[in-house]
T-cell receptor
Framework: GAVVSQHPSWVICKSGTSVKIECRSL??????MFWYRQFPKQSLMLMAT?????????EQGVEKDKFLINHASLTLSTLTVTSAHPEDSSFYIC??????????????FGPGTRLTVT | TQLLEQSPQFLSIQEGENLTVYCNSS?????LQWYRQEPGEGPVLLVT?????EVKKLKRLTFQFGDARKDSSLHITAAQPGDTGLYLC????????????FGTGTRLQVTL
């Protein structure tokens, strides 16, 4: 149980375009989802926390107008990188925590999405 | 801002050797987790330690949480090539909406 998927697993886009990444909890209801960014050979940095049905809370230094997060249902959150630039190229990872038999403190991580902006 | 510093940053050892990875902070955490991440994949949870002084074993891996719940260590006995990966500690405070603060990471390479 507690499987989280991400789509796409990798994406290449041109500078100035927008790209959407989906994060789905496949077998549980995720009351909270987290979005992380990981640059090569570095650790995970939390970008934002989203609760179903409410606005995301962004970490300091993360532009909320650039990284749009939607958590419209208990099984789906999306991250849209708007007007992407090469410096946005990174590995984006989501995680989900929920209820109904799963620990609300434990985060279940997706496999990540590699974004390359050319 | 809570910071978790891991040491060493990079470790290259031969199969059969032992190693210890350290995770240190000036902040207290309600619990601490260790993850292993392989290239191009999400991190996979290895263990959660909750009580100060707690020791947990997972086969050849031994995890310890410091008495003051500010630091932790991961010891691997008789390392194998399959242990290769990025090891991340992450601190959790339940008062912050279950947000994890990840450590700086330790990249381990085990060669034959």
């Amino acid at each position: 149980g507690a499987v989280v998927s991400q789509h796409p697993s990798w994406v290449i886009c041109k500078s100035g375009t927008s790209v959407k990444i989906e994060c789905r909890s496949l077998d549980f209801q995720a009351t909270t989802m987290f979005w992380y960014r990981q640059f090569p050979k570095q650790s995970l940095m939390l970008m934002a926390t989203s609760n179903e049905g409410s606005k995301a809370t962004y970490e300091q230094g993360v532009e909320k107008d650039k990284f749009l997060i939607n958590h419209a249902s208990l099984t789906l959150s999306t991250l849209t990188v708007t007007s992407a630039h090469p410096e946005d190229s990174s590995f984006y990872i989501c995680s989900a925590s929920g209820s109904a038999g799963f620990s609300s403190d434990e985060q279940y991580f997706g496999p990540g999405t590699r974004l390359t902006v050319t | 801002t809570q910071l978790l510093e891991q040491s060493p940053q990079f470790l290259s050892i031969q199969e059969g050797e032992n190693l210890t990875v350290y995770c240190n902070s000036s902040s207290v955490f309600s619990s601490l987790q260790w993850y292993r991440q392989e290239p191009g994949e999400g991190p996979v949870l290895l263990v959660t330690v909750v009580t100060g002084g707690e020791v947990k074993k997972l086969k050849r891996l031994t995890f310890q949480f410091g008495d003051a719940r500010k630091d932790s260590s991961l010891h691997i006995t008789a390392a194998q090539p399959g242990d290769t990966g990025l090891y991340l500690c992450a601190g959790l405070n339940t008062g912050t909406a279950s947000k994890l603060t990840f450590g700086t990471g330790t990249r381990l390479q085990v060669t034959l």
